[in-house]
């Protein structure tokens, strides 16, 4: 297989970094206290070195030679020393432990913020991105965050500032030396940045192919009884392959690149110390002057073990910082991806009237209440003291009308053109065609998932643009095609479509929907626990929930999008009458493949390519002998 590089013009945003540092903010004393920790662990390391130098010219030294030595002094400088890595060890045990609180409320407070955001985004954003690429910011781009936050930025100024005193340090004993060791330095920078040069590209190509990587097998495990139906296992397996070659190709670059930096530095490191032995040997046996921050001198064996060791210490904090960086790397690109997720536009929601609990008093007049009532009223949010209440409240009837409209999802391609329906409420409306004729797309424009291009859709005589989206969707109920449960109990799924609904009235809402019966004889009849989107139920009993689940809502407008179209024959009797009772009184949409769900509808739409090109009862349009006619009598299918 051919390999494919990812693309190499693509950056980070420079913004990126301090936007992730704006989650900082709040947390900014145990900031203090970390910062405060590391200062301690890089001073004990850099006067642990520079001890050296006394413990061997003030304290072993001397001792050589002595026929009655005296080790006081020498135990009393390792206790000296000992202490100082103590609290070195000290301050590194804490600045790890805070520094890991400060991350987990830090990646808590993002994730808080994208769930939170996920909700305001509109329906079209999941239309167009995976589920798995979704998920992919929760998990890989929020671990990579982790990392960062806990590892390598505090490991970057702990290093930073250790080069930093070290450098001073080096400066104190020797400037010859430390010249030498700058040189040295510059020239393995060089070579280090001519491998890791492209890593940040890299990273950004791994991030995006991993995202499509979950992506697909998020797809493949929801679809597993459809690859086997079809025998597609080969294929799924050889589309997998690729996507996941694609990966390995990405990360397989990145982490070369990013993992061959830390052995080149410690391996040129050593050729650096060997070097400054060198230098350093031959300045202390020849007795070479020494130029250092306390003037000039020679050399002393205790003045070159030291700078070895501070050398050492100048080195290693550069091969960690090279080091975090691709980590910083990778978990930059993996916030600008979740920052492009926090940037996506939110739903649009410019309306400003409600829907409120009502009550209707002897005069015929509507009073907002706050206990539920049975009766619902749309009020307008204007200035209390410029309208009365009788003016500020409608009374909610479930009218709807669709005048003259016009939508296309994308730009240029028109789905639905110059559709005009009148429901009065209580009637039931039908939509019959063939898949694509803009059936959903109807039901998805009167619950506002989408805006008409053209045109207007009213709810009571009122602009659907003018009523709030969440009140509008309160007004709507819903079946769908494809049922999902959630995690709970049965009692808590049906309960979803009204969270204050009572326990009777979830249970009247099963019995309404016929679904009382199978909810009786699981293990734990309504306390029985669902898992796995109600896996362990049949697709007609997950249907049936559906049902109840828009039933408790209880509002005056249902639509039924291919509700029956899952369910057999025999469940669909046992459905029918729960329907027909649920829908007594309701304006009702129902979108149907199965012509026999539909013929008691008052008017019956059929939409070929988004235009209506027939309506009318079941009994009229068989009198026509049109397409519903052709489609009744079995003439011609719907596709």
């Known amino acids: 297989m051919t390999e494919k590089r990812p693309q190499m013009n693509r950056k980070i945003d420079k913004t990126t970094l301090k936007r992730l540092f704006s989650y900082l903010k709040p947390y900014w004393f145990l900031l203090f206290l970390v910062a405060l920790c590391i ?55 804490l600045q790890q432990f805070i520094m890991q609180t400060i991350s987990q409320r830090v990646l808590k407070d993002i994730r808080d913020r994208m769930f939170t955001h996920m909700q305001d985004l509109p329906i079209g954003y999941f239309d167009t991105h995976s589920h798995g690429e979704v998920m992919s910011l929760y998990t890989n781009d929020t671990d990579t965050l982790d990392n960062m936050l806990s590892q390598s930025l505090p490991q970057g100024f702990s290093s930073l500032l250790t080069i930093i005193m070290v450098f001073v340090s080096m400066l104190s004993v020797s400037i010859t030396l430390t010249v030498a060791v700058l040189v040295c330095v510059f020239i393995i920078l060089k070579l280090i940045g001519k491998v ?60 070369g690149h990013a ?71 990778l978990a930059l690109a993996g916030a600008s991806r979740i920052f492009a997720f926090l940037d996506e536009e939110p739903e649009v929601d410019n309306g400003y009237i409600s829907l409120v609990n009502a009550y209707e008093d002897e005069q015929g007049f509507m009073h907002e209440c706050a206990e539920h009532t049975g009766l619902w009223a749309w009020k307008w949010n204007v200035n209390e003291d410029e309208a009365t209440e009788d ?120 019995k309404l929907a016929n679904a009382d ?16 989107d109600g896996s362990g139920l049949s697709q007609g009993q997950r ?53 026999s769900t539909v013929q008691n509808s008052d008017v019956i739409m059929v939409l070929d390519h988004g235009k209506i090109i027939e309506r009318g009862s079941h009994e009229s349009l068989i009198e026509k002998k049109g397409v519903y006619y052709q489609l009744y009598t079995g003439a011609f299918e719907l596709e």
């Open 39 to 93: 200062i301690v662990n890089a001073f004990a390391s850099v006067r642990s070195s520079l001890f050296l130098q006394d413990l061997i010219d003030r304290y072993i030294l001397p001792l050589v030679g002595e026929s009655a030595p005296d080790y006081a002094p020498l135990f009393k400088a390792l206790t000296i020393m000992a202490s100082i890595y103590g609290v070195g060890i000290i301050g590194g045990f």
């Open 543 to 595: 249907q049936l929930l559906s049902i109840a689940r828009a039933a408790v809502s209880d509002p005056p407008v249902m639509i039924l999008d291919e509700a029956t179209s899952s369910i057999d024959t025999h469940t669909e009797k046992l459905v029918q009458d729960g329907m027909d009772k649920l829908m007594a009184g309701r304006t009702v949409f129902v979108i149907a493949h199965r012509l």
């Open 259 to 329: 993992n061959s930096v830390y052995p080149m530095m410690f391996a040129l490191g050593y050729v650096q110390y060997i070097i400054l032995a060198i230098i350093g040997g031959y300045m202390s046996v020849h007795g070479i002057t020494n130029l250092s921050l306390a003037g000039a001198g020679i050399l002393t064996l205790g003045n070159l073990v030291s700078f070895l060791t501070l050398s050492r210490n100048f080195v290693n904090p550069i091969s960690q910082i090279a080091a975090q960086l691709n980590s910083i790397v």
């Open 391 to 510: 003016d500020l409240l409608v009374k909610q009837q479930g009218m709807i009308s669709i005048d003259h409209v016009d939508f296309s999802y994308v730009e240029g391609r028109q789905v639905l053109s110059d559709i005009f329906i009148y429901a009065e409420p209580g009637q039931k409306i039908a939509f019959v065609g063939a898949t694509g004729a803009g059936k959903t797309t109807i039901a998805n424009l009167i619950n506002r998932f989408y805006d008409v291009d053209d045109g207007l859709i009213r709810y009571d005589g009122i602009n659907i643009n003018n009523i709030k989206k969440k009140d509008l969707r309160n007004a709507i109920g819903v079946v769908l095609q494809d049922v999902n449960l959630f995690t709970g109990t049965v009692m808590e799924n049906i309960r979803y479509g009204n969270p204050q609904a009572t326990d009777q009235q979830c249970i009247a809402a099963a």
């Open 196 to 255: 890791t040069g492209r890593s940040a590209s890299y990273f950004l190509a791994q991030q995006d192919s991993l995202a499509k990587l979950n992506g697909y097998v998020e797809e493949m495990v929801n679809g597993q009884k459809v690859i086997k139906v079809f025998n597609h296992e080969d294929k799924a397996i050889e589309d997998f392959k690729s996507r996941n070659e694609t990966w390995r190709i990405n990360a397989g670059l990145a982490n």
């Open 517 to 532: 019966g199978f909810i009786r004889m699981l293990p734990q009849g309504y306390d029985t626990v669902l898992k796995g």
